[in-house]
């Protein structure tokens, strides 16, 4: 009997072993195959288990001999390519390489012409979708689709991604950021010229970035503290923006969208009714979370569908949910007229080729509400910070923000006249310059398709890319890469370039002579197909444009960011709003007292806010990404709003 036992064990133990290493050895195959640099892992970096545990095996795999793990440890780790900058690139000696593990042949590239070349050949290079799981929860999405279905997505959603409600999202950001800033000030603050330290300005850039979607993009009312809702609001709609939980919730309804979010994980892993029964505190808040959510939705897709179905005029605003639900219920409508024929039948369990499901009404509805706040909320977060961080280019912001407003009051401000002017100034430099240092999406997930090897054109040399292939654009290391950004040595840490410096005066410089810009634009690679969305671009031709390929923030292509207008302007908003009549300073009540501060000379003032410099330099570098990049675990740089004129620090010139 034991022996039987053990003989099962060794035998299972053995197939274990086999295909570990049958799928190891495949893939070093096909790795050595691609002419690309390659590195042997034991674990794929995708492996969740192993993103799950990581942090207990890492210590113990540290104690083996150094030559075992030195090699490939570091692309197991996560966001390394944001914790490392060009460290691992520039000792591997290459721009591109492979991974090849048992489970996984990935290839990672911060190489302009390679990325350039992923991100516009959808066809041989479309999206990995299987990433994306944890944000089709509620159902499919213009995010987590791909062919035919994705562009049924696409096209449903892109509609309400114009002009007109660019140019509402920059009112209601004007209105939203007038909110956040009584919100930090107070009555008194206002009087004393300075609010007091503020340690959750992430969480209130989340929530102002919540309210302006929730309006912008669905036309819910979403209060600050204090705020009381406006009589005007249609009493349906009240609800969502109550600050207490309406009848039969028990989140409101930003709390429920906030709790979902940092709860993600775990409502991913473990089913409903596990959640409801698990006792920690963290499957409770998910659990509850996840129900509210939904029950939100649902009562909110059955409004819309009762206006849809009484005809409806469609609202103010983008009226995302709106535009989803009449989609299908017009079609549904025409096909029952008899006025499109044939096709799939209308099966409401799934996508018929040309209607979206409740489901997929309410997946989409969803990833709106998350693309279109979390990774607006971190850039003005980070912005912020580094504002605080580099007095200089703060007060050049606040120079161009006064050229271009004076005293204004922003709710005169007239949006075709201000946006192309105010994206060109040191605005649209400081958003950019965020974005490239800090891209939400730090690494974009392509793969080749699933039947047939590809080839790719690397510097004039033909790759073979495997059929699977996964490929992640690693946006956050060509923003850093050398090769296709001007350099300078770096002021600030003496080292050979200042691409790790916070530098909004970068988008200013000329691009240096050698490689023209247009000239990829030329290689007949580039998809002209209209996919929706904005199709303008925020270029202004004197200022400085990266190489197609090195500069990435809401990708490139067919399935580049939806909302990069609307993004662009809610931030160009905000910081135009701030710093108008405020400046940021990073707090230092760690190293000083008011009183101690006001009895300081210059220099001395210097001195402890290069304190603080330092350590906000140092929280911001431990940011990583569950879902987008932002300082997680509890970690915050604490700061101060001042009115203009009532600086400790961030005016004084010699200050950089
Ligand atoms: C600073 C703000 C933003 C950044 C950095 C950003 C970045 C990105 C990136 C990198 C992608 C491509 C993801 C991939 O291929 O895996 C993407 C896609 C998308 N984004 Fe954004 N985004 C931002 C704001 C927004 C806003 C405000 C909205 C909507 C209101 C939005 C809606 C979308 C949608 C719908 C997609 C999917 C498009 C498709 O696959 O066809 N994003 N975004
Ligand atoms: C969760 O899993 C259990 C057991 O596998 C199953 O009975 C239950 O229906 C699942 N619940 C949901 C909501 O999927
Ligand atoms: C910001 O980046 C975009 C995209 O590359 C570019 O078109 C724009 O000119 C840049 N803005 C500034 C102020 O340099």
């Known amino acids: 009997m034991a022996f039987a036992v053990l003989a099962a064990v060794g035998a299972a133990l053995a197939v274990v072993v086999y295909t570990y290493v049958a799928g190891l050895r495949k893939n070093i195959a096909k790795a050595r195959k691609t002419g690309f640099v390659y590195i042997v892992s034991p674990v794929s970096p995708y492996n969740l288990v192993w993103q799950l545990s990581f942090f207990i095996w890492v210590p113990l795999i540290k104690l083996l001999p150094r030559s075992l793990w030195d090699n490939w440890l570091f692309v197991v780790l996560p966001e390394w390519g944001y914790a490392t900058k060009q460290e691992h690139f520039r000792r591997l000696g290459t721009e591109t390489f492979v991974v090849a593990s ?11 012409g390679l990325i350039h070349q992923l991100t516009q050949r959808r066809e041989i290079f479309p999206k990995d979708v299987s990433v994306y799981g944890v944000l089709e929860m509620f159902g499919r999405n213009v995010l987590t689709t791909e062919g035919a279905l994705w562009r049924l997505h696409r096209k449903v959603t892109s ?11 920059f009112a209601e950001a004007i209105g939203q950021t007038r909110g956040l800033l009584g919100r930090w000030f107070g009555a008194d603050g206002e009087r004393a010229g300075t609010t007091g330290t503020i340690k959750t300005l992430e969480h209130d850039t989340m929530r102002w970035a ?24 249609d009493p349906k709609l009240a609800k969502y923006g109550s600050l207490e939980p309406p009848p039969g919730h028990t989140l409101t309804f930003a709390d429920s969208v906030e709790l979902t979010l940092q709860r993600i994980v775990a409502i991913l892993i473990f089913n409903e009714t596990l959640l409801g029964l698990l006792p920690f505190r963290f499957a409770k808040e998910a659990y509850k979370a996840k129900r509210n959510f939904l029950k939100y939705m649902d009562e909110f897709l059955k409004d819309k569908m009762e ?16 535009q989803l639900v009449r989609s299908k219920y017009s079609e549904k409508m025409a096909r029952a007229e008899g006025k499109i024929s044939g096709g799939g039948g209308s099966s409401s369990s799934s996508s018929t080729g040309f209607q979206l499901t409740d489901a997929e009404i309410v997946g989409n509805a969803f990833i709106m509400i ?5 990774t607006t909320a971190n850039t003005l977060h980070f912005a912020l910070l580094e504002l605080a961080n580099n007095p200089a280019a703060q007060r050049c912001l606040q120079r161009d923000v006064d050229g271009l407003f004076g005293g204004a009051d922003p709710s005169a401000w007239d949006y075709e006249r201000s946006i192309g002017p105010l994206l060109a100034s040191h605005v649209g430099a400081c958003i950019n310059e965020t974005l490239r240092l800090m891209p939400p999406v730090t690494g974009i997930p392509k793969v080749v398709t699933h039947d047939t090897d590809q080839t790719a054109n690397v510097d004039g040399r033909a790759h073979v890319m495997p059929a699977g292939l996964k490929c992640t654009i690693l946006a956050v290391s060509a923003h850093r890469n050398p090769r296709w950004w001007p350099t300078r040595p770096s002021g600030r840490s003496g080292s ?10 970068r988008w200013f410089r000329q691009a240096p002579g050698g490689e023209a810009p247009s000239k990829e ?8 197909g209209d996919y929706g969305g904005f199709q303008g671009s925020d270029v202004s031709a004197a200022l400085f444009r990266p190489v197609r390929g090195s500069y990435l923030p809401f990708s490139d292509g067919p399935r580049s960011c939806l909302g990069r207008r609307i993004a662009m302007v809610e931030m160009a908003a905000a910081l135009a709003v701030i710093f108008q009549r405020y400046s940021v300073e990073l707090a230092v009540d760690e190293w000083a007292s008011d009183a101690a501060v006001e009895a300081m000379g210059p220099e001395e003032r210097r001195a402890l806010y290069g304190k603080a410099q330092a350590k906000s330099r140092d929280v911001i570098s431990k940011a990583d990404s569950i879902l987008t990049l932002k300082l997680h675990h509890g970690l915050y740089v604490p700061v101060r709003f001042v009115k203009r004129g009532c600086e400790r620090f961030v005016s004084d010139p010699l200050l950089q």
Request: net charge negative; aromatic share 8%; proline share 6%.
């Open 102 to 112: 048992p489970g996984d042949l990935i290839l990672f590239t911060e190489h302009a």
């Open 159 to 169: 509609a309400s991604f114009n002009e007109k409600n660019a140019a509402h999202t």
């Open 210 to 233: 919540l309210n302006i979607i929730g309006y912008v993009g669905f036309g819910l009312r979403l209060l600050w503290p204090g705020q009381t809702m406006p009589d005007d609001v």
């Open 307 to 322: 206006e849809a179905k009484r005809g409806g005029e469609p609202r103010d605003g983008m009226d995302i949910m709106g």
């Open 370 to 374: 998350v693309a279109g706040h979390e």
């Open 496 to 505: 050979e370039t200042d691409l790790d410096d916070f530098l909004p005066e």
């Open 521 to 528: 634009d030329d290689d007949g690679i580039v998809d002209r």
